[in-house]
């Protein structure tokens, strides 16, 4: 795709913009939780708060779960093996080069056999990191594809994508479940429910607190994609060649059978939507359009 100069994303400027977009986030997310905290507390007499705090204790527990075995986990579930350094040298090579220029650790290197395109990084921080690529990936990527494809995964563990992901999980958790205890309590009667309230105000709770988890579901979504476009602007700095991620894209948006091994749980650690594309898309898909992602890249 033809890009005229005048029209060129320059990729610190998108990276930071991407940055920004993620705090925005963020401070949405927290800001939605104290709404829901005051909405419950407006419906019942007893503490909202209340709720709350055993509500994060919970995701909390969960969430400390998941960020230290979580890497154990997806790569157990999602079939990986350690490549082999003399079998995959080329590959080990070309991990070692970008996290040297990345300035982090070299990661656990893994292979998944899948005919499918892919590949995805985990790992709760730059030192325990691991990242995997299908078979598929590697037989049909020239060295200019790969090595966006690496650099995009390399990205995701430099930018620490891992641990910003698990706290807008432990988010959403803390949203679903006060959401849950808040609507049970409504139908079994539970607290004092304050009859004198207003009404059009009661209604407006009571329709936040149903609603909720949408919300929730929406802003988390919102943050997994813009992680994505960030990862893609981290990977140009890296290779200095957007071009060969934009390629390496087009080549696995064009291949439709989906990653045997993978599930909604990990679809979102994925370079693109390892599942079928019958799914759901738009605001609630993890991953940004590639045609999107194709075009800032190709725009760079």
């Given at each position: 795709m033809a890009v005229e100069n005048s029209k060129r994303i320059d990729l610190f400027s998108e990276s930071k913009k991407n940055i920004f977009k993620t705090y925005l986030l963020f401070l949405l997310f927290f800001v939605f939780v104290f709404i829901l905290a005051i909405a419950i507390k407006y419906i019942f007499n007893f503490a909202g708060f209340g709720i709350l705090g055993i509500a994060g204790f919970i995701a909390i527990v969960y969430g400390?779960?998941?960020?230290?075995?979580?890497?154990?986990?997806?790569?157990?579930?999602?079939?990986?093996?350690?490549?082999?350094?003399?079998?995959?040298?080329?590959?080990?090579?070309?991990v070692e080069g970008l996290a040297l220029?990345?300035?982090?650790?070299?990661?656990?290197?893994?292979?998944?056999?899948?005919?499918?395109?892919?590949?995805?990084?985990?790992?709760?921080?730059?030192t325990n990191a691991s990242l995997a690529v299908t078979t598929?990936?590697?037989?049909?990527?020239?060295?200019?594809?790969?090595?966006?494809?690496?650099?995009?995964?390399i990205s995701h563990i430099q930018n620490r994508d891992i641990q910003i992901m698990t706290v807008v999980s432990v988010l959403f958790g803390i949203v679903s479940i006060v959401s849950d205890i808040a609507i049970r309590g409504m139908i079994f009667g539970v607290g004092d429910r304050r009859e004198n309230s207003n009404g059009l105000m009661l209604i407006i709770a009571l329709i936040f607190v149903i609603l909720a988890p949408i919300f929730a579901l929406l802003i988390q979504?919102?943050?997994?994609?813009?992680?994505?476009?960030?990862?893609?602007?981290?990977?140009?700095?890296?290779?200095?060649?957007?071009?060969?991620?934009?390629?390496?894209?087009?080549?696995?948006s064009g291949v439709s059978k989906p990653v045997s091994s993978a599930s909604k749980g990990?679809?979102?650690?994925?370079?693109?939507?390892?599942?079928?594309?019958?799914?759901?898309?738009?605001?609630?898909?993890?991953?940004?359009?590639?045609?999107?992602?194709?075009?800032?890249?190709e725009a760079m």
């Open positions: 400390i779960i998941g960020y230290y075995a979580g890497d154990k986990i997806v790569l157990a579930t999602s079939r990986a093996k350690a490549a082999d350094e003399k079998k995959f040298v080329y590959l080990h090579n070309l220029a990345a300035n982090i650790p070299k990661p656990k290197v893994y292979v998944i056999e899948d005919k499918s395109p892919n590949a995805f990084a985990t790992g709760r921080n730059p598929g990936l590697l037989e049909i990527m020239n060295r200019q594809e790969l090595e966006g494809v690496i650099a995009h995964e979504m919102s943050i997994s994609r813009n992680r994505e476009y960030l990862a893609d602007s981290s990977a140009a700095k890296l290779t200095r060649y957007p071009q060969g991620l934009a390629s390496a894209l087009k080549k696995i990990n679809a979102h650690m994925y370079i693109a939507n390892p599942l079928s594309s019958k799914g759901l898309s738009g605001m609630f898909s993890t991953h940004p359009p590639i045609i999107e992602r194709i075009r800032r890249l």
